[in-house]
């Protein structure tokens, strides 16, 4: 469960204050699919951010399963990171020296998971490249790549999944098809997941939609039965 | 631990030619580098233990204009206080050379050089048929000369002849000399000769 306690990011523009974020209070249920939509600079990516623990809130507190990651270091950090989220980024951010099976058996190595290739196999399985698994990124197209970098955010199984515009870079038929591999991971596996996008149809897909303007969140509920306070 | 040696196994074998390149490059600019510094040591080597026998002597002052009173004051002055140093004093110009004979019309500019008895310091004179150098040679007007400039005035050793003003015997002719032209670095005349006169020109005060 992802919880946000009156949680706002202001940052220095020049000489004046810039807020990015307004004071905000949301949950997010375990299971949930949340979108946050809204235009450039209303905050979205920031707020992510903010959840991931890649940026520290002006103000606030952020839980994760109860436990508040503002008043963790560094360290403490990153093993939570590795242990319960995943990030899936616009650009994908694939190591361009690593083979597609490389790139999402990096973070079990480092886990140190006992059966990490049949782990890596089953994923790519799993996102429909297991044909593809010893090609690199560079061989590989925009919405294969990102199916890759679906898979590699899954690798050690988080319960939450943090999605940046993953078909942002994609066109219309790859982005459906993350698009049903998101909804599918959320199904199947009950992970949370936070898709920040600017696509309306796509963020239609979730259970609760979240929309930005101006630092300034509105909540808006698409499946009533599973609705969430904010 | 292991997981750092597979990754930079997986580095090296997606980037090995990058690699490559960069290990040729770096191969290229140390043999450069290498081959660089042997040249300038070979050089400086060559030159440390050639000088002696380029200049004769340790120590040259050389100068192209005559010496100024005020000169050769602080040259005494600096000798004195190294009386071991022993020195000589030399002079070098550019003058005519001509034959006796004045049937003969023919006229050479040569480089001429007078030198003292100390001279040289190091290095050695070599002459044509075995003759040993020694300074009695140049006494009483004699002169050595090279042998292109016997060809081209046609004389012979033993012949006179006009250098500047002065009438010289040729007693000699000299195949090798010390202190010399610094090889390629100078340009020769067409001939040259080396007598006991003094000139003015171009002097030359060497130590030891």
Sequence with gaps: MIELRNVSKTVVSGTEPLTIVQPLDLSVAAGEYLSVVGPSGSGKSTLLGLIAGLDAPTTGEILIDGEAITALDEDALARLRGRKIGFIFQFFHLVPSLTAFENVLVPLEIAGAPDARDRVTALLSDVGLESRAHHYPAQLSGGEQQRVAIARALANDPPILLADEPTGNLDSANGSHIVELLQSVNTARRTTIVLVTHDAELASTADVMLRMRDGQAERVTLEPEREVPV | ?208
């Design chain 2, 1 to 208: 631990m292991t997981f750092v040696f597979r990754m930079v196994g997986r580095e090296l074998r997606a980037s090995w030619r990058r690699l490559g390149f960069f290990f040729i490059c770096v191969a290229v600019g140390v043999g450069a580098i290498v081959a660089l510094r042997s040249v300038i040591q070979s050089v400086g080597v060559a030159m440390t233990s050639e000088i002696r026998a380029l200049t004769a002597a340790d120590i040259m002052l050389e100068s192209g204009q005559p010496w100024s009173e005020e000169a050769l004051a602080l040259i005494e002055t600096a000798l004195a206080a190294e009386p071991e140093i022993a020195r000589t004093a030399s002079i070098q110009t550019a003058t005519m050379a001509r034959p006796v004979d004045l049937t003969k019309t023919v006229a050479k500019v040569v480089e001429l050089r007078g030198v003292e008895a100390a001279f040289p310091f190091y290095g050695h004179f070599v002459l044509q048929d075995g003759l040993t150098y020694r300074h009695d040679l140049l006494a009483g007007g004699g002169a050595l000369v090279r042998p292109e400039l016997l060809v081209q005035l046609d004389l012979r050793v033993g012949d006179d002849i006009v250098i500047g003003e002065g009438t010289f015997e040729i007693r000699g002719v000299i195949l090798r000399e010390p202190g010399g032209q610094l090889g390629a670095f100078s340009f020769g005349q067409s001939g040259s000769c080396c007598c006991g006169c003094r000139k003015r020109g171009s002097t030359r005060w060497c130590a030891r």
